[in-house]
């Protein structure tokens, strides 16, 4: 089955300034953020990418720009909103610092399955609406291009958490205990019978990912035992 990488945008202006953007329209790279996009072009460079999808914000098309300005053959990003970040409603624009005061700080802290942001959405709902996202372009994907098909969708960090932990089957009250930094590449394999996470949150060289004829086949997705080189 293909491979989904899930990058994460690079430092926006928001998280330097320590405020939840949510769906804040506006909310831009930094400077370190824009040296973060370029350089993963040369990271992903020996990558094949057979679909690039990307959140509707602007964060993630910016992150996305150079890599698809190097890449003239893949188009434009397919943009699925079920990529985008989360729905903090009353919460999007506050700071952090005084968001961790409020009670559901504790919830969302320590029990995600019962954190619903006020006038938003709850954790339950990104988790579902994110793995759907992810396991519908993958089958797509695999219809399209093959089963060894690489592809990347450019979102941010609470949803590659869900899809995380999902992967890993971890239930969504410790998907904080996942972290994953900015414009960092996470990439998990689907199977038929469950998905492998290849790399979490890396922040260096991404070669390794590109499909391998000699990798060692076992059947139905099975798990190598004793390791793979």
Same mark, same amino acid.
């Given at each position: 089955?293909?491979?989904?990488?899930?990058?994460?945008?690079?430092?926006?202006?928001?998280?330097?300034?320590?405020?939840?953007?949510?769906?804040?329209?506006?909310?831009?790279?930094?400077?370190?953020?824009?040296?973060?996009?370029?350089?993963?072009?040369?990271?992903?460079? *020996?990558? +094949? $990418?057979?679909?690039?999808?990307?959140? #509707? &914000?602007? @964060?993630?098309? =910016?992150?996305? !720009?150079?890599?698809? %300005?190097?890449?003239?053959?893949?188009?434009?990003?397919?943009?699925d909103e079920r990529f985008g970040e989360c729905r903090y409603g009353d919460w999007? *624009?506050? +700071? $952090?610092?005084?968001?961790?005061?409020? #009670? &559901?700080? @504790?919830?969302? =802290?320590?029990? !995600?399955?019962?954190? %619903?942001?006020?006038?938003?959405?709850?954790?339950?709902?990104?988790?579902?609406?994110?793995?759907?996202?992810?396991?519908?372009?993958?089958?797509?994907?695999?219809?399209?291009?093959?089963?060894?098909?690489?592809?990347?969708?450019?979102?941010?960090?609470?949803?590659?958490?869900?899809?995380?932990?999902?992967?890993?089957?971890?239930?969504?009250?410790?998907?904080?205990?996942?972290?994953?930094?900015?414009?960092?590449?996470?990439?998990?394999?689907?199977?038929?019978?469950?998905?492998?996470?290849?790399?979490?949150?890396?922040?260096?060289?991404?070669?390794?990912?590109?499909?391998?004829?000699?990798?060692?086949?076992?059947?139905?997705?099975?798990?190598?035992?004793?390791?793979?080189?």
């Amino acid at each position: 089955m293909p491979t989904l990488l899930l990058v994460r945008h690079g430092r926006s202006t928001a998280n330097t300034a320590g405020v939840l953007a949510g769906w804040t329209p506006g909310v831009d790279l930094d400077d370190t953020g824009r040296e973060q996009a370029a350089a993963l072009v040369g990271r992903l460079s *020996g990558v +094949p $990418l057979a679909q690039v999808v990307s959140s #509707p &914000l602007e @964060r993630c098309r =910016q992150t996305l !720009a150079p890599l698809l %300005a190097a890449r003239p053959e893949l188009g434009g990003p397919a943009v699925d909103e079920r990529f985008g970040e989360c729905r903090y409603g009353d919460w999007t *624009g506050r +700071p $952090l610092r005084e968001l961790a005061g409020e #009670p &559901l700080w @504790r919830v969302v =802290q320590d029990h !995600a399955s019962a954190a %619903a942001f006020p006038g938003g959405e709850s954790l339950r709902e990104l988790s579902h609406r994110t793995v759907d996202a992810a396991r519908e372009w993958n089958e797509k994907v695999a219809a399209e291009h093959g089963e060894d098909a690489v592809w990347a969708a450019c979102t941010h960090g609470d949803v590659i958490k869900a899809v995380v932990a999902d992967a890993l089957g971890l239930h969504l009250d410790h998907f904080q205990r996942i972290s994953v930094e900015p414009c960092s590449v996470t990439a998990i394999r689907y199977t038929p019978h469950r998905p492998f996470l290849l790399r979490l949150g890396d922040t260096g060289s991404l070669a390794a990912l590109a499909p391998r004829p000699e990798r060692p086949q076992v059947p139905g997705g099975d798990a190598v035992v004793g390791g793979a080189a």
